[in-house]
Each structure stands twice: as C-alpha cells, then as structure tokens.
C-alpha cells in the first residue's frame, strides 16, 4: 500500500464545531472544466448613486429619507424576515408537522458613506468604527434576544443585492440550527477536556503555521483543518472572548488591522473584489447570559465561493447536498496560495 | 394578538429527517430584486456532438471510446473524488485534527443516447431502464459498500459541466454526514412511535392533499412541510420500501411516469428546462444489510434553485450558512403554484 499522501490520496476530515466530516480529493483540481462561468463583478460602481437606497441622503422603499451619514447608519431592513410582532403558530398536532413561534428583527448596517468602497480599502480607523458598532449592536439586542447574527454577503455571486458596503444583523428569539449545533460541539470538548475548543485550536495552529494566513499578536487567521469552501477561513482572537462586545479597545484595532490584511488578500488571490458570506459568532445572550458559556470562544466564518479563479466557483451541490461535503484540494495548499500570490 | 396566518406571519417549521429547523417568512417574497440574474439555459443542444466525452462512439479524457450505446452507459469519472485503493491516514495525534480514510468508487451513467433529451423527455419504457440500472448499481455497489449515492445535478446553474442527460452514483466504505443523520432520525421515530417516519408522513400527505405535487397508485410527490428550497419536492412510494433494489416491475413502471409527470411540471413552470439536484436516499448497505433497517423508507429529494423566474434562484448564503435556513414563501403556495401553471 502507497505512503498516504493528503494532497494525492483522498480522506475525510472531522469538523468538530459541526460534528459533521468533509471529502477532501486534492487529485480533482486536475479535472478540466467546462461548466458554468459567472458574470465578472460590476466594474465601476460610482461612489453615489441617487437611485441607490443604502447612500446618504437617498429615499429608500418604505418612505423613510436616510440622513447624511458620515460613518456607519444603520437601519431596520425594510423586507425583514424576523418581526417582533409575529404571532404564535400555537402547539402542534403532529410531530411530523410542527412549527413554533419565530421572532425578531433585521437589521442593515452601511459601512460607509461612499457605495465604492469596501472594508479593505477603508481606513483602520473606519473599520474600528464598524467593530464598535457590532458590539453595540449585540449589547443592545443581545440583552433581550438569544441569538444575534451579524453577517455579510458580498458580491452578486453571493446573494448581495446592493454593492454598497453593508451587512446584516438578525436577532431572533431562537438558538438558529447552526450556533446550536456550535454550542453544543463546543460544550462537549470543554467537558471533556477542559479547555475551550477554539481556544485549544488556535494555540496547536499557531505552533503548526502549516494554515495560518495571517496573524498579529491577539488574532489569528486560519483556513481550517476542516474547511469545506476552498478559500474558507476562520478568524480567531488568541485571548479567551465570549462575544465581540468583550473586546478591548486594543483588540479592536488590531482586529481592524488583521480584518483588512485577510480580505486584502482574498482581493489580490484573483485580482477581483472577492466574494464571500461572512458572520460573527460568540457565546448566545438574553436568557443565556445567565448561564455558564466558557465552552464558548468568540469566532467569524469567512464562506468564500470561489475556486479556479474569479469566474469558476465551487459548487456545493448534488453529492454535497444529499451525502456531504467534498472540496478539490486541500486546506494546506490553499493556505500556500494566498500568501505567494498577495502583495 | 392577530390570529397566526402562514402566508402573513414568519414562523418555524421542524424538518424530521434532519432534526433541524427551517424560518418561514413568506412576506419576503415582496420584496424587490435588484441582485443576480442567471445567464438563460443553453437554448440549443445538438443530439450528437463529436466533442462531447458522453456521447456514443467519442473518445473520453482518458483515451477510453465509448460504445455505440442505444439505452443506459455506465463508466468510471474520470475525475473522481473516492477511489477503492486510498491509503489510510492512520490514527490522529489530536482530537481537533481528525481524518480517516475515504475509499469507494465514482460512476457516470448517461440515461440515454442523445444529448438533446432530458428524463421528462424521454419515454416511459426509457425511464424505467434508467430505474432498473439504478437498482442494479445499488446491489452491485451495495453488496460491499454502507452507502451508495445516487444524484443528478442537472443544469449549469446547479455545476453541471455537460448537458448529455446524465446522473452519478458514488460509493463510499463510510456513511455519509446526511444519510447518517437521516438514519438517527429515522430510527429515533420508529423507536418511539413504532412505524417508519416517512410511511406515516406518506399517509398524512395523501389525506391533507395540501402539499400534494403529483400522485400516483404508488407513488406521492410533495413539497415537504419542512422544505428550504422553494421549489423542493419529496418522492416517496407508498408501501414500505427499503431501497431502491426491492422495487417491483410495476412499482418501477409507475415511477418512471410519476418522475415524468413531476418534471414536465417543473419545466412547464417558468418555461425552462428546470435546474435542480437531486438524489435517492434508502436504507444502508454493504455490512448494514445484516442489520434491522425497518425504520427506514426510500425516497428521493429533489432541490431545484429557482426562486422567482428561469432567470432569479434563492440564494443560501449569510444568515443560511451562519444561522439557519430561510424561505419566502409557504410549502403551500408553492404547491398551488405548479398545478395551475402547468399543462
Ligand atoms: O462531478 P462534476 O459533475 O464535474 O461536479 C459537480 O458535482 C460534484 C458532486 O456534487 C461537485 O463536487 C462539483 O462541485 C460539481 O461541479
Ligand atoms: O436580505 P438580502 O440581502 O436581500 O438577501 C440575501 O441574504 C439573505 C440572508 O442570507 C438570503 O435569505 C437571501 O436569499 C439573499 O439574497
């Protein structure tokens, strides 16, 4: 039998934020394409658009005039999915047809007044800004609800409908699938090895380097062992942090700092204003406060869909979608890339 | 409080086979779209292409020239992501960096021989050889391997890189991240309602009608209570069936026009050879055919993208990868949608 070989020999990774394992086949990349190829991004888009909803100064759907915003605004999405308001669906008759309450609110978040910027080309001081109001953010609805999601989609590849700079906060009255599943991974390592998962994570990739794709003295930026997308990272803090509304100022700017280096180089992999979702997740709020969450370590997920170049993305579906995830290469070749091909 | 309206209220809906939940907010659909626009379908597909490696009589990447086949063609990918003789990573040094091995086997089956046909083009007596070859790998494959996986991505909206009508079938010596999540639930209901889950969801579709695509004397299609596509459909027969194998000829006969009748409803709906990915999930194989699979019934889950139009998908991005799943409009409407629109 062959020496095992990750980047020649197939094998499955262990996902244990997700409890969940990916296919990684390396020998795929060889295989040539001729699928879909996307639409290359909207080259110019002017710094103010009368007609965009999310500039300054501009009337958006529902009536309401934006001011002249200087920095970051943000304000309730006027096509929510969570209301507060909504009423309960009342108890189920069937277990196989049950429904529950959902409640909440959507918020947008600009990063900025001009509509052609994006967070790696703002100013340090300007991405603080947007950190800052993060926190504020999940102090302010985390003090009620469970969960808050902030998130990003980037890009029209990625479902982003307005190339003005801009986020989403979602809170709900509800632990969403995917943090339960994360609390419930992280709880088990702690029980079992006393330390946080994440925490315990960063220090051996840190030691390793063989995935890291930048780092500063209180953030690390890793491809994870187990990443499914391609170019997919995970961005940690090295100190114990619950929720992002913990950090101290100094952990702020290098977070500014380390934020714009990684997406600066995602920018420079293809030469393109790189696409990705991302979101933050930390320990849950309102009612868990209460509780005990030192299983917990504060993280963001960058989900970039891109794989050859800025035209061919990876698709997650037809194996991916009714058996599990499989990736063309593996995550210590990606991390090798990014750093050779960025400034 | 207002009274719970589906339509007017988002809400949560349990998915059984996944433990997992899906948010409705069906008011959502209102809102404008101003983001991606698919590239139209291919518009003309010629019935033989000398370049096209799927075609009868062409010479394939690696040198190997098909036959002249008039029916179903089964070959080895050329490309593909599980091989029988992988090494074996050997035992991990630490929890969080976990791999194991990963062996099986990754087959090409075209269902016909023109590229110009698609399965609800094709003629039932055609279909029904496409089932009986499906079942021949299953008990081919699935005398040695747990799980055989059976999908089509169709459409290069769904990373289908070649429009010759075609499907895969993956083994793997390990079960899967969803089928296995799919046999704890399963198993978890049986065990304590003491019948299959999907016979009784079978059984309470059929009487609700509410969600009914297409029916036959074997079979039922429905948009489950729980999907997150807005177009996705649930294929299920009606009698207890383990896998796809255990099938009678009538049973096969009877899916083959149920599988036509369903797809000719997604093309006639926006007009387009509709995209989607789809797969069959029956009870394991290979050393769970010694066990007792009794909690489980075959059925087949079909995942179109399309949201408003040909030209319009529903992207699962953000708040879908970071939080949970979430849907603009009702299983309901959508159920009502395709039988009016369609001939
Ligand atoms: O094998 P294909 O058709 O080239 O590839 C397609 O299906 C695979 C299995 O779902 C995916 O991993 C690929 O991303 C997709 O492009
Ligand atoms: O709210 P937006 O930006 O219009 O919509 C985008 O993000 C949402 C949250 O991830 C998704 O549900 C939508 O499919 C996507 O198009």
Redesign the pocket.
Known sequence: EATFDPKEHQHLRYNPLRDSWVLVSAHRMK?PWA?QVEKPAEEHVPRYDPCNPLCPGNTRANGEVNPHYDSTFVFENDFPALQPDAPDPGPHQHPLFQSKAARGVCKVMCFHPWSDVTLPLMKKEEVVKVIDKWAELVEELGATYPWVQIFENKGAMMGCSNPHPHCQVWASNFLPNEPALSDRCQRAYYQKHGEPLLLEYAKQEAEKKERVVVESSDWLAVVPYWATWPYQTLLLPRRHVLRISDLTKDEREDLADIMKRLLTKYDNLFEVSFPYSMGWHGAPTGPYLEGDNSHWQLHAHYYPPLLRSALVK??M????MLALE?RDLTPEQIKSEPTENSA
């Open positions: 295989r699928g990876k698709f579906v037809g194996y991916e499989q």
